[in-house]
């Protein structure tokens, strides 16, 4: 079923784990998904060399033939399902947001249809968050330090909060011919907490008095209000890692590169990644709640609140 790339002799490093799918659907057992979920919770990476999601030909010259007329303003175009339109394209653009919007949401279904099937443990139960097409050569690429995406980061969605619920990615390169290239350093549950200790917030969130104000906040509705203090933790600890240059030159890292026409996935609220390289690449993302989790105890929530002794969701 699986194999483990060798890996480098530090502890609590994501590994990657290259999945052969067994045929047909049915082989594929509670077992197998819980033992991938597990996997994937606990900061590992699975790859599908040749990609489960299929996507025809001509959707894919579509999207490798694009004019990149906005690419430095846009690192990617966002589908969103539960509206069924696009962000990220300029008025220049807008001629070809139908066919974009039809080949994002067909790769949206696909994905779903064949997680659902995959991961048993979370079908159903997850929130369908955005799909996006990153048609931006990564490396070189300019951004603000908040949003470089070579830097190594947890994921957080400052505007989404997830309150507590976990961020699968679904990735898949469509480039014919070129790697996407990423970094990895130890997961969450290795340095997590010591990121959160540095945003010097954990003492507001155990004050009576300040959680107090809080829900004032949040009953007058006040801007930031509605963000959970698990999501504020985590935003915060996203920042301080990139902000953290030591951090980024020091730390023990792992480089991994994904070939043309294969999907991997990872839970990227704890696995620490940058990506150096890549372009043309597609991605759907789910947020997994903790009732779904095979390893709910070590999940980021879990492992802030227990540092914190307060609940940190909403």
């Not at 530090?10 to 819980?34: E, M, Y």
């Not at 299929?54 to 589908?79: C, E, F, V, W």
């Not at 997830?162 to 997961?187: D, E, K, M, Y």
């Not at 809080?214 to 935003?235: F, I, K, W």
Request: aromatic content about 10%; charged content about 20%; overall charge positive.
């Amino acid at each position: 079923m699986t194999a483990v790339a060798p890996q480098p002799d530090q502890p609590g490093l994501s590994h990657l784990v290259v999945v052969q799918l067994p045929g047909p659907s049915s082989a594929w057992n509670d077992t197998l998904a819980r033992e991938v979920c597990s996997q994937l919770e606990l900061g590992d990476i699975i790859l599908f060399p040749t990609s489960p999601v299929d996507i025809p030909p001509a959707d894919r010259d579509l999207l490798l033939g694009r004019k990149q007329t906005s690419s430095a303003y846009h690192k990617n175009i966002a589908y969103r399902p539960s509206e069924y339109r696009l962000t990220g394209l300029d008025a220049s653009e807008q001629a070809e947001a139908a066919e974009l919007r039809r080949i994002l949401r067909d790769y949206s279904q696909a994905s779903v249809e064949f997680l659902s099937r995959f991961l048993l443990p979370y079908a159903g139960k997850w929130k369908l968050d955005y799909a996006s097409f990153r048609p931006v050569e990564e490396q070189g690429r300019p951004a603000r330090l908040h949003a470089r995406n070579d830097l190594l980061h947890f994921d957080s969605f400052p505007t989404r909060p997830t309150n507590g619920a976990r961020i699968l990615r679904f990735f898949t390169n469509i480039n014919p011919a070129q790697n996407r290239v990423w970094l990895t350093s130890q997961t969450f549950e290795s340095f997590g907490p010591q990121f959160a200790r540095k945003t010097g917030r954990l003492d507001s969130f155990r004050s009576p008095f300040l959680r107090g104000l809080s829900t004032v906040a949040r009953t007058l509705r006040l801007p930031g209000s509605h963000r959970p203090p698990y999501d504020e933790l985590m935003h915060r600890c996203h920042n301080a890692m990139k902000e953290d240059a030591a951090f980024q030159q020091t730390t023990p890292k792992s480089r991994w590169e994904f070939p043309p026409n294969s999907s991997w996935m990872v839970c990227t609220d704890c696995v620490s990644h940058a990506v150096l390289s890549g372009q043309y690449a597609l991605e759907q993302t789910f947020l997994v709640p903790q009732s779904a989790l095979v390893e709910a105890q070590r999940s980021p929530l879990a492992i802030l609140e227990n540092l914190a002794g307060t609940r940190l969701t909403l």
